[in-house]
């Protein structure tokens, strides 16, 4: 009777492709087949087959053509016959290859399907009876196939402390959107909310301007001054407050000189409504400076509505 030999294929160049590969040993000379889908790490042992050729045949299911098609020789020997086998990377270049959550356990489940085959033999020996080395060694391979399948499955089923990289990678993907829409809206609502601002402050200028019977060149330096914060509304938080803050301060000096020309006295043009609106939100810009968060800008623009009002315009300038 001839000895039985074994097969050492190795899967080698490109990890992700073990988890799906499938190699397939047919007997040149009895037909005989055998399929069997490696470890992740690509390795694959097959014990208890005729030596002489086989073809193999190494399959993946994203790819149409075979990775691997060759004839090999298993020899007679004790020690298993190693078989390399290269796996491109270029072959999965355009085809994605994702972890999938649940463990694929059928290199587990054929491997100790075959161990418990090649020892069912030997369970019917009798007291007393011999056990010849051959059976010792059938027994001590399928011991070791069991140990090393063990090894294998505690490393890709575990109940507690596993890994999901997949959710991980998606959790992260979603975060970053979050973030980017986060940050996209609040500058928008930033900007937005100092469009208003400006646009609301030109309407109280001008209404003040207006009561004031301002000259020409006060009107323009006050407008000039309102049209440049309409113009920098798309710039950072420190930028935008201290601009304001200067300019705030300006138009409070400016406001105060166009009182003072009044005939019916300072006293009594600043106490009118719409000037003491405007004076109260010139001094909240006033006191801007120094703010470097849109979130502290924000809290200026509430505490002014507080105190003013909130700020609403009817057309926007285009």
């Given at each position: 009777m001839m000895a039985k030999a074994s097969f050492d294929i190795r899967l080698e160049g490109y990890a992700p492709a073990n988890r799906d590969a499938v190699v397939e040993l047919v007997n040149q000379a009895t037909g005989q087949q055998v399929t069997r889908k490696p470890f992740l790490d690509g390795s694959l042992l097959v014990r208890d087959l005729d030596p002489g050729s086989w073809e193999m045949t190494v399959r993946h299911p994203n790819l149409i053509n075979a990775i691997d098609r060759r004839v090999i020789r298993l020899f007679p020997q004790p020690l298993p016959t190693r078989v390399p086998v290269i796996v491109p990377p270029d072959l999965f270049r355009d085809t994605p290859i994702r972890d999938i959550p649940d463990?694929?356990?059928?290199?587990?489940q054929q491997t100790a399907a075959a161990a418990a085959a090649n020892v069912a033999p030997l369970a019917g020996k009798a007291p007393g009876e011999v056990i010849r080395a051959e059976d010792w060694n059938v027994l001590a391979a399928a011991v070791a196939d069991l140990a090393r399948t063990i090894g294998?499955?505690?490393?890709?089923?575990?109940?507690?402390?596993?890994?999901?990289?997949?959710?991980?990678?998606?959790i992260d993907e979603v975060q970053g959107n979050i973030r980017r829409f986060t940050d996209s809206f609040g500058r928008s609502l930033l900007e937005l909310r100092?469009?208003?601002?400006?646009?609301?402050l030109?309407?109280?200028?001008?209404?003040?301007?207006?009561?004031?019977?301002?000259?020409?060149?006060?009107?323009?330096?006050?407008?000039?001054?309102?049209?440049?914060?309409?113009?920098?509304?798309?710039?950072?938080?420190?930028?935008?407050?201290?601009?304001?803050?200067?300019?705030?301060?300006?138009?409070?000096?400016?406001?105060?000189?166009?009182?003072?020309?009044?005939?019916?006295?300072?006293?009594?043009?600043?106490?009118?409504?719409e000037v003491a609106t405007t004076m109260t939100i010139l001094q909240n810009f006033a006191g801007a400076g120094g703010q470097t968060q849109p979130e502290q800008e924000l809290q200026l623009y509430r505490r002014g509505a507080a105190v003013a009002g909130p700020a609403f315009f009817g057309v926007v300038r285009t």
């Amino acid at each position: 009777m001839m000895a039985k030999a074994s097969f050492d294929i190795r899967l080698e160049g490109y990890a992700p492709a073990n988890r799906d590969a499938v190699v397939e040993l047919v007997n040149q000379a009895t037909g005989q087949q055998v399929t069997r889908k490696p470890f992740l790490d690509g390795s694959l042992l097959v014990r208890d087959l005729d030596p002489g050729s086989w073809e193999m045949t190494v399959r993946h299911p994203n790819l149409i053509n075979a990775i691997d098609r060759r004839v090999i020789r298993l020899f007679p020997q004790p020690l298993p016959t190693r078989v390399p086998v290269i796996v491109p990377p270029d072959l999965f270049r355009d085809t994605p290859i994702r972890d999938i959550p649940d463990a694929d356990l059928a290199p587990v489940q054929q491997t100790a399907a075959a161990a418990a085959a090649n020892v069912a033999p030997l369970a019917g020996k009798a007291p007393g009876e011999v056990i010849r080395a051959e059976d010792w060694n059938v027994l001590a391979a399928a011991v070791a196939d069991l140990a090393r399948t063990i090894g294998e499955l505690t490393q890709i089923v575990s109940p507690r402390g596993h890994d999901h990289p997949e959710i991980a990678e998606k959790i992260d993907e979603v975060q970053g959107n979050i973030r980017r829409f986060t940050d996209s809206f609040g500058r928008s609502l930033l900007e937005l909310r100092r469009e208003i601002e400006s646009q609301n402050l030109r309407a109280k200028i001008t209404d003040v301007l207006d009561r004031g019977g301002a000259a020409p060149e006060i009107r323009d330096r006050l407008l000039s001054r309102v049209a440049q914060l309409e113009a920098s509304t798309l710039t950072p938080t420190p930028t935008w407050t201290n601009t304001i803050a200067n300019h705030g301060n300006a138009m409070i000096r400016e406001v105060l000189d166009l009182a003072n020309a009044q005939t019916t006295g300072a006293d009594d043009f600043l106490a009118t409504p719409e000037v003491a609106t405007t004076m109260t939100i010139l001094q909240n810009f006033a006191g801007a400076g120094g703010q470097t968060q849109p979130e502290q800008e924000l809290q200026l623009y509430r505490r002014g509505a507080a105190v003013a009002g909130p700020a609403f315009f009817g057309v926007v300038r285009t």
